[in-house]
């Protein structure tokens, strides 16, 4: 039992151990705290402190510091992020490290709250609401004060169909219909939260819809498609046309990046953003279509 409890005091801190470990006074801990810039977590009505991430969380606050080499990004999948990902790994080789692990817009932000990841793609309904939505969203996180909205583009959202359907299908209502099979998202995602919505303007609810399967990325419903699982699924332009599917538009959304103020400046993020503004980018947006990128890496929410 012994063991035990000293490995548990190892790995976690009180306010008081934590203030000696940062040669700070504990007042000044709260405030941290408070304005959710430090990891910590209330236990029984104390804050308790992981050893673990209050280390990587020193680390990323040092300009220059050991952390400003790698760049971790997750939430939102998008194929044109995605390709824009997979250059930069490649023309840095082992000199750093960028990755990208799409897990929907919801566990995106968990990961970023808590200091798992340095940046979240996010999209949260339609383009014309992204203003209100995403800030909305970003402030049922503690950490969020501490944090920037960067715009990716703008890219139209919509419904994934099989191409035999593309000559068969003029309406979005027509797929309601028992007949189709539907690859929906997990709870959480962009993807679910667009399609639910599009199902309230016709009237329709997600229980109505025959669900094949629940696919936990864009290209997981794409795939199951292109494979004949499944015959329809909500999605990007962008992913429908980069595996041959049919495409059905309901509206455009805004694609945008949160992430703490210190990653906005590092080296690899603005080389992304780079990137996104670049002719070989807009070349490639033009290929794939359904992108609008007239403001990327603009500052959106957050410089308060």
Known sequence: MAAV???HSEAFMSVKQVAQYLHLNEKKIYALVNE???PATKVTGKWMFPRELVDRWMLDSTHGGLLSDRLVISGSEDPLLYHMIQQITQETGSHALISFSPTGTRLGLELLQANRVDVCAIHWGPDGESH???PALLRQYSQHRQWVLIRAFKREQGIMISPELSSKI??????FEPAYRWALRQNGSGAQ???????GHYGVTRDQLRQRLTALSEREAAAAIAGRRVDVAPGARATAVEFGLGFLPFGWESFDLALP???????LFQDLMARLKSQPCQSMADALSGY??????ELVWGDE
């Open 5 to 7: 409890l000293s490995a």
């Open 36 to 38: 959710g810039g430090i």
């Open 132 to 134: 209100l939505r995403h």
């Open 170 to 175: 003029g309406e979005l209502s027509q797929l």
């Open 193 to 199: 939260r667009f399609l639910l919505e599009m199902l």
């Open 261 to 267: 103020r210190g990653i906005w400046f590092r080296r």
């Open 292 to 297: 609008d990128l007239e403001n990327a890496g």
